[in-house]
């Protein structure tokens, strides 16, 4: 709910709420309004209270494993692994490791029925590890959901790249074959050619499972109103008293975990003095 500010700017004076019961409370505003429920939430919330332009040019680090089956007694029993110990930079993706406990694993373990479970029942022989690369401002919030695409000329060779390069880093470790997490559920073996395997098995972004933890953007921070959400103060352009605090104000994808960012730009908008001034 607003109102016209004397400079002419809306200036935010209460909140309607929702309740799970479906009861509506208002909640007014006695110095200003902090929103910062996440790229997706954040930016619906805003749409809905009439600030024009939100959910646009959302990132995502996109992610994708492969498991491979090593030989017995090499490299140690899974069980004994820890999850997401070390990851390597190659530039344009990250190589994670990322084990799982059996529940887990069997949700991300590719393959389909009777040759899942025969690729569980090595669970104690099986590394597993994943790529992840920035899909910067691929997506959109659309109703209320999140529609994304990865570009196929710009997003799909990295993909490839991605997925190949640690294909064989599991093959240099000794694995005996690897399981990439594709649609078709098939399998790589040494001596084949694992570029061309790659490129032929994924020409669009379902052909493979992609998972993500870290949506960013949407009501990016730009001095210009047209380019941006919020300015650089984090305050929503052309209200007095409304601020966004989250991820959803970064204005491309930081590639890693949003974590520490996140909680910097919080800090940045509200620890230094009163945001409201």
Partial sequence: MWQ???????????????MPDGSKRIVRTRVGVVVAG????????????????TGYQISLNVASPVVALMPDGKGGNAWDEDQMTSYVDCGQYLLESHFQPPMAMASLMPGWFGTHAERMKNFSRVHSAGILFPADRRGQVVDGKLKF?????DDLPVLRHAMATL???HFAAGAIECYPA???????TRGMDIDEFFRREIRQQDDLTLSSSHPQGGNAINENP???????R???HGTTNVLVTDASVFPSCIR??????????????????????
């Fill in 4 to 18: 016209e500010a004397a400079n002419g700017k809306l200036e935010a004076e209460a909140v309607r709420l929702v």
């Fill in 167 to 169: 294909t064989k880093v």
């Fill in 149 to 153: 695409v990865l570009d196929v000329e």
């Fill in 182 to 188: 594709l649609a078709s559920g098939k399998t790589v």
């Fill in 234 to 236: 984090c305050r929503v």
């Fill in 256 to 277: 890693v975990n949003a974590q520490w960012t996140t909680m910097a730009m919080a800090h940045y908008a509200t620890g230094r003095s009163d945001p409201f001034r």
């Fill in 226 to 232: 047209q380019y941006g959400i919020v300015d650089p």
């Fill in 38 to 53: 996440g790229t997706i939430a954040s930016s619906k919330l805003l749409d809905a209270s009439g600030i024009e332009g």
